[in-house]
């Protein structure tokens, strides 16, 4: 597996690795109420995301990486490098799967949209997977604007398949793209 696909510039902004020095900032907004919103797990403890964070570097499928629009880190990307399902003997590490999360204060900026357009790239480009997928609560009509206009294709619709605190059961849409519909022509 390559290494970091990080740093990388899109437009105004740098998609890296994290450092100690940002995790206040990943933490203001991790556990902030509209974040949690469509987050399946709503609280993340302060000290296992420090941890995790500072860890990644040393997974070799984990690819996440903070997101800085001049000088202030605005948003979180993960890219996880993950076996595709089959039959024994498949091949392994061919299969990506993307999140994000934009700190509230600067949503409605594009912010979120350059940053999956950016972990495609790494995925397809620098990391050479096959196929990545993404999810989201299907009334989250950010984050599936977000994935569309990433070039995404909508593959299913999963039926109060996940379990909201205060909403109850909620349906999920699930999101794919595979390597050559990204080096397909169009827009990036």
Do not use: K
């Amino acid at each position: 597996m390559p290494s970091s696909p990080w740093p990388v510039r899109t437009g105004d902004l740098l998609l890296r690795d994290a450092v100690e020095t940002d995790l206040e900032a990943l933490l203001s907004f991790r556990n902030d109420p509209r974040v949690n919103r469509f987050m399946v797990h709503t609280y993340v403890d302060p000290a296992d995301l420090r941890r995790d964070w500072l860890a990644a570097a040393d997974r070799p499928t984990d690819f996440s990486c903070v997101v800085e629009r001049s000088g202030r880190v605005v948003a979180m990307g993960f890219l996880d490098v993950v076996d595709g399902p089959g039959q024994p003997g498949s091949p392994t590490g061919t299969d990506g799967l993307i999140g994000y999360i934009v700190d509230p204060r600067f949503a409605g900026r594009g912010i979120g949209s350059a940053t999956a357009r950016a972990l495609l790239r790494a995925a397809f480009e620098v990391l050479g997977l096959r196929r990545v997928t993404a999810a989201a609560y299907a009334d989250n009509a950010a984050s599936v604007r977000i994935l569309e206009s990433a070039g995404m294709r909508r593959e299913r619709l999963s039926r109060q398949a996940l379990w909201h605190a205060e909403l109850g059961w909620l349906d999920e849409v699930g999101y794919a793209l595979l390597a050559d519909e990204w080096a397909a022509p169009g827009d990036r």
